[in-house]
């Protein structure tokens, strides 16, 4: 199975960080959904996946299942904390979302958030190739994308594909050799 993994950047580098003052981006959201539906799927830690739902709607089941841009994706979310999503698959750990997606049919994993996740699979050694999308601000504080230095000390990649997405979005998209 092909595994992508997606992020927004800030140009200094750190995961761009959603506020009222810096709501994410038209363009890199619409560039989620299309990635998204394209896997079939996506992989999400709880936080992140709180975060994307709508607090407007009655209930997550329905925010899921609505006819809303997720409509037909399977959503897995990772945690260790909760065991039951309605409308999703909660499962505990990177390889046991692989699994269920395998299990499931699909040809490609889109990970998608947050940093945890991100940093989990990378140390593992699970992702073939990562988005970044590049939002044209620059954050004195947010996470970086920290991997394992023993398995990345120089791990190259090799870059695939560089296009703006527009409203000065930059996408950078690059293999890592397993």
């Known amino acids: 199975m092909k595994t992508i993994l997606w992020a927004t950047l800030t140009a200094n580098g750190n995961y761009a960080q959603s506020s009222?003052?810096?709501?994410?981006?038209k363009e890199a959201l619409d560039d989620f959904a299309t990635h998204a539906k394209a896997a079939g799927n996506f992989i999400v830690g709880r936080r992140t996946f709180e975060e994307m739902l709508?607090?407007?709607?009655?209930s997550q089941e329905e925010q899921v299942n609505a006819d809303?841009?997720?409509t037909g994706i399977d959503i897995v979310v990772m945690s260790t904390s909760i065991q039951d999503i309605p409308g999703v698959t909660?499962?505990?750990?990177?390889?046991e979302a692989l699994n269920y997606l395998q299990q499931k049919g699909h040809q490609t994993a889109l990970i998608s958030g947050g940093a945890d996740i991100h940093n989990s699979f990378l140390s593992q050694g699970l992702v073939d190739e990562v988005i970044f999308n590049v939002a044209p601000v620059l954050e004195g504080k947010g996470l970086n994308l920290l991997i394992d230095k023993?398995?990345?000390r120089h791990k190259h990649v090799q870059l695939l594909d560089c296009k703006p997405l527009g409203?000065?979005?930059?996408?950078?998209?690059?293999a890592i050799d397993r």
């Open 90 to 95: 909660v499962v505990r750990s990177p390889q």
């Open 54 to 58: 709508d607090p407007s709607r009655v």
């Open 20 to 25: 009222p003052e810096n709501p994410p981006k």
């Open 150 to 152: 023993d398995n990345y």
């Open 68 to 70: 809303g841009p997720f």
């Open 167 to 174: 409203g000065d979005v930059v996408q950078l998209r690059y």
